[in-house]
T-cell receptor
Framework: AQSVSQHNHHVILSEAASLELGCNYS??????LFWYVQYPGQHLQLLLK??????LVKGIKGFEAEFIKSKFSFNLRKPSVQWSDTAEYFC??????????FGKGTTLSVSS | EPEVTQTPSHQVTQMGQEVILRCVPI?????FYWYRQILGQKVEFLVS????????KSEIFDDQFSVERPDGSNFTLKIRSTKLEDSAMYFC???????????FGPGTRLLVL
C-alpha cells in the first residue's frame, strides 16, 4: 500500500531563510502529488499539485515543489520564508482510487 | 470562492452515543470524502462517495460508520455508537472529478468522553 513520509516533524526558521520540506512516497507507479497547508485555525488548503508535465511546479505564495521520480520524492521549497508561512504542511498522494494518502505533516515555525 | 463547510465545529458526546457530522460540499462537485485526524497523527482516509454510493472505504470505516447524502447539498457521516478512540478531527472534502484536487472543510472536532 502507498505510504508517504515527511521527514521533518518540526522546522524552525528565521524570516528570509530558505525552506525545503521533504516528502517521499513508497509506490513507484503513476501518482498525483499534492502539498496542502493548514494555517493556525484554518482548514487544509492546496498549495500546489503535480499531475504530469514539468516536474517543477509552482504554487501559491511563492512555493514550489520538484517531482523526482527516481527518488520517489516531491520536496517543497521556498527561497525566503515569511512569518506568515507559519503553518502545518502536508504532503499527499493519490495512487489509485479515490483516497488521498497523507504524510504526517511538518510544522513550520517562522520567527520574525 | 466556493468552500466546503462543516457543522458543528466542535462536538462533545458520551461513549456509546450516536453522532452525525454534517458537510456541505462545493456545489458542482461530484465526489465527496471523509477523513479524520487523531491528535498527533496523520490525516487518514475514511470513505469516498460518488453517485449516491460508497466508492471506496478504508479499514477504519467499519459497521459503526455510515455516510449519506440526504438531499442535494448535505453529506453526512454518522457514527452509530461512539468509542473513546473515535475522538479526532473529522474533515469533509469534495472534488469535481476522481483523482482531482480535493477541497477540504474546516473540520469537526469530536470528543468522546
Amino acid at each position: 500500500a502507498q505510504s508517504v513520509s515527511q521527514h521533518n516533524h518540526h522546522v524552525i526558521l528565521s524570516e528570509a531563510a530558505s525552506l525545503e520540506l521533504g516528502c517521499n512516497y513508497s509506490y513507484g507507479g503513476t501518482v498525483n502529488l499534492f502539498w496542502y497547508v493548514q494555517y493556525p485555525g484554518q482548514h487544509l488548503q492546496l498549495l500546489l499539485k503535480y499531475f504530469s508535465g514539468d516536474p517543477l511546479v509552482k504554487g501559491i505564495k511563492g512555493f514550489e515543489a520538484e517531482f523526482i521520480k527516481s527518488k520517489f520524492s516531491f520536496n517543497l521549497r521556498k527561497p525566503s520564508v515569511q512569518w506568515s508561512d507559519t503553518a502545518e504542511y502536508f504532503c499527499a498522494v493519490y495512487q489509485a482510487g479515490t483516497a488521498l494518502i497523507f504524510g504526517k505533516g511538518t510544522t513550520l515555525s517562522v520567527s520574525s | 470562492e466556493p468552500e466546503v463547510t462543516q457543522t458543528p465545529s466542535h462536538q462533545v458526546t458520551q461513549m456509546g452515543q450516536e453522532v452525525i457530522l454534517r458537510c456541505v460540499p462545493i456545489s458542482n462537485h461530484l465526489y465527496f470524502y471523509w477523513y479524520r485526524q487523531i491528535l498527533g497523527q496523520k490525516v487518514e482516509f475514511l470513505v469516498s462517495f460518488y453517485n449516491n454510493e460508497i466508492s471506496e472505504k478504508s479499514e477504519i470505516f467499519d459497521d459503526q460508520f455510515s455516510v449519506e447524502r440526504p438531499d442535494g447539498s448535505n453529506f453526512t457521516l454518522k457514527i452509530r455508537s461512539t468509542k473513546l478512540e473515535d475522538s479526532a478531527m473529522y474533515f469533509c472534502a469534495s472534488s469535481s472529478q476522481i483523482q482531482e484536487t480535493q477541497y477540504f472543510g474546516p473540520g469537526t472536532r469530536l470528543l468522546v468522553l
